[in-house]
Nanobody
Framework: QVQLVESGGGLVQAGGSLRLSCAAS????????IGWYRQAPGNQRELVAE???????KYADSVKGRFTISRDNTKNTFYLQMNSLKPEDTAIYYC??????????????WGQGTQVTVSS
C-alpha cells in the first residue's frame, strides 16, 4: 500500500520560510505528476504548485516568486520551499501524487496534511 507522509509544517513569522517534504513509500513503480494543495478554514482546497515527472512546475498566482516545488525521484520525495511567507498563507498543506503502482495502473494519493501558520 502506498503512503505519502508529510513533514515540515509549523509556526513562522511573516517573512519567514518553511520547507515541506512529502515522502512516498510502498509499492511504487514511478511517481508521475506531483502537487501541493492547501486549505484554509472556511475555504476550498486549492492548488498551490504542481510539477510533472519531467520537472515542469506550475504555480498559483498567489505564490509565484515565493514558493518552489521540487522533487527527488531517487528518494520518491518531493518538496515545497516557501519563502516570504504571509499570514494569508496560513492553511493545512497537503501533498498529492499520481503514482504508477503496477502494470497499467495509476492511482492518486494524498498526504495527511501539515499545518502551516504564519503570524503577523
Amino acid at each position: 500500500q502506498v503512503q505519502l507522509v508529510e513533514s515540515g509544517g509549523g509556526l513562522v513569522q511573516a517573512g519567514g520560510s518553511l520547507r515541506l517534504s512529502c515522502a512516498a513509500s510502498g509499492r511504487i513503480f514511478s511517481i508521475d505528476e506531483i502537487g501541493w494543495y492547501r486549505q484554509a478554514p472556511g475555504n476550498q482546497r486549492e492548488l498551490v504548485a504542481e510539477m510533472s515527472r519531467r520537472g515542469s512546475p506550475k504555480y498559483a498566482d498567489s505564490v509565484k516568486g515565493r514558493f518552489t516545488i521540487s522533487r527527488d525521484n531517487t528518494k520518491n520525495t518531493f518538496y515545497l520551499q516557501m519563502n516570504s511567507l504571509k499570514p494569508e498563507d496560513t492553511a493545512i498543506y497537503y501533498c498529492n501524487a499520481e503514482i504508477d503502482v503496477g502494470p497499467k495502473r495509476t492511482d492518486y494519493y494524498w498526504g495527511q496534511g501539515t499545518q502551516v501558520t504564519v503570524s503577523s
